[in-house]
């Protein structure tokens, strides 16, 4: 290797060859790495171009998507308003249209429940006890409807009060008995003088879908309600010795539609455990579910006690064996389907004196100076009149709060306050004779 790559003088003709052949060596490595460099930087230059372009490229493609984006959610909003606008229209429709259709089928289950009390041959009475379940499937199946539609509104509004177990388990029983005892089966309620927080309307109607399902699914047995307290929450429970339910169905039974039998034997549409679920939600009562095939279930739901309650069971006498006989019931009700129906229960069943009006102005001139013992009032009248101001305008005429029972067909929360606070008791559409007479009996007591 040479050490001196300089060319001197006095080196010989083969060492100065050596030193030019290193000399040009080096000179074309140097030449070799300044193409590359230059190559390097031009292709780096050249990406960067490139890239430029794509970004422009990928730029314009965001905007356009940005502007796409931004036309999407403005039709978006467009058909959330128009969606809800709809929904609202829904709900006001069966608002309104829920009076019109529960007001024959109330009528319906007057004359239909003085019918049976009438003498009738074997065919009647199987025709009538037909009709009796036909108009229970519809009443049901309209329930339904008007509380998932209820349930799916936003603007829902509940009114939460007191509500005593008590009396809520005693209407059930009146209104459940015949159904139970046509299956053979005892239906039995714990009595309790537990008071709840609770939409006493809604609570009423979980309350409803529980222990008709549970009659519903039980072939042999029977059906017990009551209450266990736990902390600050009592738990409202129902037992059943039905067919119980597999452990991968416990959570579809509570979708719409789904029936755990398809027994065509067994009645309804699917959609009463649905209801309690979303108004349970709705109203932040927890709900459990337990069961054992073949052997029965029990659900639970959780309801906030009210500060105070005492314990011990009630004591509070059953309603429906208080006489009712002799005392005057004032009507006032603008059907006149309804009014003969209301006159037919209250005075050849209930051996009441039925003095029956269509209006706050009839009434006035129907009472006179001898006010009623109680007041029924439809709430919906004509004109704009309504029964709330047919109960006050009787009420101040004689200077007394007449007791009172609104009957409605609208689950509207501003009806359930202005009844509490006038202290009037509110009942729903369809009547049914033996709870009227229950509820009756109780105000008269």
Not at 82 to 99: G, Q, V, W
Not at 323 to 328: A, C, E, K, Q, T
């Amino acid at each position: 290797m040479l050490r001196d790559p300089m060319l001197r003088d006095n080196d010989g003709p083969e060492r100065q060859v050596e030193k030019l052949r290193r000399i040009n060596q080096v000179l074309i490595d140097r030449i070799d790495r300044l193409e590359e460099s230059r190559g390097s930087a031009w292709s780096m230059f050249q990406a960067a171009v490139a890239l430029e372009q794509e970004v422009m490229v990928r730029t314009r493609d965001l905007e356009r998507a940005l502007a796409d984006l931004s036309q999407r959610n403005r039709e978006l909003a467009v058909a959330r308003a128009s969606a809800e606008e709809a929904n609202r229209s829904k709900t006001r429709f069966l608002r309104a249209a829920s009076h019109d259709l529960l007001q024959p089928l109330s009528a319906a289950r007057l004359f239909l429940s003085m019918l049976t009390d009438t003498p009738m041959s074997d065919l009647q009475a199987e025709l009538t006890s037909r009709l009796s379940g036909a108009f229970e499937s519809v009443e049901q199946l309209m329930h339904a409807v008007l509380d998932i539609s209820r349930l799916d509104s936003q603007r829902i509004e509940f009114h939460r009060q007191p509500v005593p177990l008590g009396d809520l388990f005693r209407r059930l029983a009146v209104e459940f008995a015949p159904l139970a005892e046509a299956k053979g089966l005892r239906l039995s309620f714990v009595p309790t003088d537990a008071v709840v927080e609770s939409d006493p309307v809604f609570l009423r109607r979980i309350a409803q879908n529980l222990v008709s399902n549970a009659i519903k699914y039980t072939h042999k047995g029977g059906v017990v309600v009551g209450a266990r307290r736990r902390g600050d929450l009592c738990w409202l429970c129902v037992y059943d010795t039905g067919v119980g339910i597999p452990a991968v169905d416990r959570n579809r039974i509570f979708d719409e539609f789904q029936r755990l039998s398809q027994d065509a034997g067994t009645p309804g549409m699917g959609l009463g455990l649905s209801i309690v679920r979303r108004a349970c939600a709705k109203l932040d009562h927890p709900i459990r579910l337990d069961s054992e095939a073949m052997r029965g279930t029990v659900f639970r739901v959780g309801l906030p006690l009210v500060n105070g309650d005492p314990a011990g069971p009630s004591a509070r006498p059953d309603n429906t064996a208080l006489p009712l006989r002799g005392r005057v019931a004032l009507v006032v009700e603008n059907d006149p389907g309804m009014r003969r129906g209301y006159e037919m229960i209250l005075r050849d069943r209930l051996g009441m004196v039925a003095r029956v009006t269509g209006g706050t102005a009839e009434a006035l001139a129907t009472m006179g100076d001898d006010p009623p013992d109680v007041i029924l009032a439809d709430y919906n009248l004509e004109n704009g009149d309504t029964g709330v101001d047919a109960v006050r305008a009787l009420r101040r005429a004689v200077g007394q709060a007449i007791p009172a029972v609104m009957i409605t067909a609208h689950r509207d929360p501003r009806i359930a306050r202005s009844c509490a606070d006038m202290g009037v008791h509110l009942m729903e559409k369809p009547v049914r004779p033996a709870e009227l007479a229950e509820i009756l009996g109780g105000i008269l007591a």
